[in-house]
């Protein structure tokens, strides 16, 4: 018989919980997001679009609706790394207690990133069937922004998580929410072009993983493929995750292991 990888079992561990819990997480993960969709995009959208005409050669809701859906995957993943990490390191420290299995703080992290990812196509899966149904969605090659919005998390997920394990309070954390992710959620290109930015800005939108991963969803949805560019995107968001992969195993070690 298959022995599962050790991450699996973490991933196994948090599906159990989360089934329990879901609930409670239902509201902001994804009513927040469609309730976000059909009020810019439909009601704001039409605004825009009897004043402007179309935005970047779509409607306003084609135009929206891939931002808001890697803006919502961001905000799921950068919520679910911080409070749940030190929840498990100090406040309830199950984390000490999965590292005296034979599972290791490398699986631990690993197997906490992943499943951000797990909630991550999700809630995208989710969302996107609504944005088809609204129409903010005219093309079938839409599918493949469910991957790019997950990209997108783990992209977020894997520094953040790390770098949760190096904290013992959470007061940095609204400050990284407030501070941080609402303002990449603003500016990234997901309810305007960033070319309408001042042109000091619009740099720092650039070098924001979320921009990447706006711009992957918005070419799948839109039908509008531009593969060196999507390959530059990707690039990036893997670079992002990678480099938080390495940082947060160490962090891991260095917070669980005695």
């Known amino acids: ?5 050790p991450m699996l079992r973490v991933l196994e561990r948090e599906a159990i919980v989360f089934r329990k819990l879901w609930r409670g997480s239902a509201f902001s993960s994804f009513v927040t997001p469609v309730m976000f969709l059909a009020a810019i995009g439909l009601g704001l959208g039409g605004l825009v679009e009897r004043r402007t005409g179309h935005v970047a050669g779509v409607g306003y809701l084609a135009f929206v609706a891939p931002g808001l859906l890697a803006a919502s995957a961001m905000q799921t993943a950068a919520g679910s790394s911080l409070w749940p990490v030190m929840a498990g390191t100090k406040w309830i420290r199950t984390y000490h207690a999965v590292v005296a299995t034979p599972l290791s703080a490398a699986d631990l992290y690993g197997g906490t990133v992943l499943w951000v990812g797990v909630r991550a196509t999700a809630a995208a899966s989710a969302f996107l069937a609504v944005a088809v149904l609204l129409g903010g969605v005219p093309s079938p090659w839409g599918i493949l922004a469910v991957p790019a919005a997950t990209l997108g998390a783990l992209a977020f997920a894997a520094p953040l998580a790390a770098y949760a394990a190096t904290q013992d309070t959470d007061l940095t954390f609204p400050v990284i929410m407030r501070l941080g992710i609402v303002p990449l959620f603003l500016f990234s290109g997901t309810f305007f072009p960033i070319s309408q930015l001042p042109s000091w800005l619009r740099p720092v939108s650039v070098a ?8 992957l969803c918005r070419q799948a949805t839109t039908g509008t493929p531009r593969w060196a560019a999507a390959t530059g995107h990707t690039a990036v968001l893997i670079a992002c995750v990678a480099a938080g992969w390495r940082w947060g195993t160490r962090t891991f070690a260095r917070r669980l292991t005695p």
Do not use: D, G, Q
């Open 208 to 215: 924001s993983p979320l921009w990447h991963a706006i711009e």
């Open 1 to 5: 018989m298959a022995v599962a990888p």
